[in-house]
């Protein structure tokens, strides 16, 4: 055996494991799912065929279009409000703009590391009736009958729970960001700044810049978790009141494991891979033009 042949055959004995669970966990269940899709099952006897039928009432269900809805508005807080402000908040912790940096960088993350239902347990109580919020606009507004209706509103009843995905997935984006800058060579900056560089010219002509694969990459893993967003809203609200707060991936659960419509389950869970997928492969166009663009 050649020395050629023992490199290759070195590669395969390392990367075979990993190929091999990356199919068994990951592949085969798609493929299953996909197959499934195009049946009707309840989990018993043979499944029956049903061609594209699932997909057809999926896509003309109200429920599923408010909750594609509901998905949509999470990517765009997400995408428009965790990075960017994730992004703002490492930034001037690098740039030392606030004391006891290392404070609120521990304050700012606290949230990512409580789990998801413990958080939503915690914000259903500051949200209720006798929460601190009604509390305070009582205390404000002088009237003692004030309940927050929000929840009863169809267009509005999401909002606290995009302002909760807010608070707690922006310090996971900061400490991303925060350690992509750490790695940026401080000469650079210094050198900038003896060139009379002011601090925006800096952040938008050479720290952005250099950060275009970083953005690129955690607004991937925003869009694959906003569609996949199922334990915090699930803990908070269950989807309702009225399948207001509902997104895919409960609508997909309650349709699988309450109703036993195996098939129309498996056919929402690849309308969610398609949606992934295409989102991210325009995003993944959209940061290649940027990188030519500053190459």
């Known amino acids: 055996m ?24 990951i592949m085969f269940p798609v493929i299953y799912s ?7 099952w309840n989990g018993y006897g043979k499944p029956s065929y049903a061609g594209l039928e ?5 896509l003309i269900d109200p429920v599923f279009l408010h909750s594609l809805r509901n998905n949509l508005l999470i990517i765009a807080v997400s995408v428009f409000g965790q990075i960017p402000l994730g992004f703002l908040l490492a930034y001037l912790l690098h740039r030392k703009v606030v004391r006891h940096g290392n404070f609120y960088q521990t304050m700012i993350f606290l949230p990512i590391t409580i789990s998801p ?33 929000i929840f009863e509103d169809p267009e509005f009843a999401i909002m606290p729970i995009l302002f909760v995905l807010l608070w707690m997935h922006t310090g996971t984006y900061m400490i991303i960001y925060y350690a992509n800058l750490q790695k940026m060579t ?12 002011s601090e925006a010219q800096m952040l938008g002509r050479i720290i952005l810049p250099s950060m275009i694969a970083t953005i690129a990459t955690t607004a991937i893993f925003a869009i694959s978790g906003s569609l996949k967003a199922f334990d915090l809203i699930y ?61």
């Open 2 to 25: 050649t020395y050629t042949q023992q490199k290759h055959m070195s590669y395969w004995i390392l990367v075979l494991p990993g190929i091999l669970v990356f199919i068994a966990i």
């Open 34 to 40: 996909f197959l499934l899709s195009f049946t009707n």
């Open 54 to 58: 699932n997909y057809k009432t999926i």
């Open 117 to 149: 239902v413990v958080v939503a347990l915690l914000w259903n109580q500051i949200f209720s009736s006798s929460g601190m919020i009604v509390a305070l606009i009582r205390s404000v507004t002088q009237n003692p009958q004030y309940v927050i209706k």
């Open 186 to 197: 401080p000469s650079v900056l210094e050198a900038a700044q003896i060139d009379g560089a």
């Open 235 to 295: 803990a908070m609200t269950g989807g309702g009141p009225a399948h207001f707060t509902e997104v895919i991936a409960i609508y997909m659960y309650v349709n699988t494991f309450k109703y036993y419509k195996y098939g129309f389950g498996s056919a929402t869970s690849i309308i969610i891979v398609l949606l992934a997928v295409g989102l991210i492969l325009i995003l993944q166009s959209i940061s290649k033009k940027f990188e030519r663009r500053y190459e």
